[in-house]
Structures are given as C-alpha cells and as structure tokens.
C-alpha cells in the first residue's frame, strides 16, 4: 500500500516561514503536489513538481512557496515564507501523474496556522 507521511506543519506569526516535508514508501511518483483545505473550503492545489522540474503554483502563493523535490530520498518539500493568515489550512501531499490534477494518493495532512 502506497503510504505519503507529511511532516513540518505548526504554529506560526504572520511573516514567518515553515517548511514541509513529506516522504512515500513508494518510487518517486511522476508529479509530487501540496493541495490545502482551509476550514469551510474545497481542497486546492498549492505547487506542484513533475520529475523533471516543472513546476505550478497557485497565484496566491508565487514568490513566496518553493516546492522541490529528492527523488533519492521519495521525498518532496514545500518552503513556505512570507505566510499570512490566509495560508491557514491542512496541507497534503499528493502523488499522481498530473501538474494540473490531484492524484489518487494522499497524505494524512499536517496543520499549518498563521497568526496575526
């Protein structure tokens, strides 16, 4: 069974940067995705990374959030700086084949809150 465990999730003042990390038991998929669900919201995508760099992100968080990716440890990381109250959210990983779409594999999620 295919297994993403995110980490790296907390409590933190507005301005402040966190970053989360998350690892699959798997190979590393084709595209690594963070989507975030606030409290009364749909699920969005956050960034993606395709194995050979490509990236998406939403308009909301360029120039603040960097994904990258370590195919040798099947891991992918989210920068997060600059955050603001509105990043408040659960954060999860996704793996799929898309930059585009979710995948069928998820995370349990990791919490991120911003403080004002």
């Known amino acids: 069974q295919v297994r993403l465990v995110e980490s790296g999730g907390g409590l933190v003042q507005a301005g402040g940067s966190l970053r989360l990390s998350c690892t699959t038991s798997?190979?590393?998929?084709?595209?690594f995705g963070w989507y975030r669900q606030a409290a009364g919201n749909v699920r969005e995508l956050v960034a993606a990374v395709s194995r050979g760099g490509s990236t998406n992100y939403a308009d909301s968080v360029k120039g603040r959030f960097t994904i990258s990716r370590d195919d040798a440890r099947n891991t992918v990381y989210l920068q997060m700086n600059d955050l603001n109250p509105e990043d408040t959210a659960l954060y999860f990983c996704?793996?799929?084949?898309?930059?585009?779409?979710?995948?069928?594999?998820w995370g349990q999620g990791t919490q991120v809150t911003v403080s004002s």
């Open positions: 996704n793996g799929g084949p898309s930059l585009n779409a979710a995948g069928r594999y």
């Open positions: 798997e190979d590393a998929f084709s595209v």
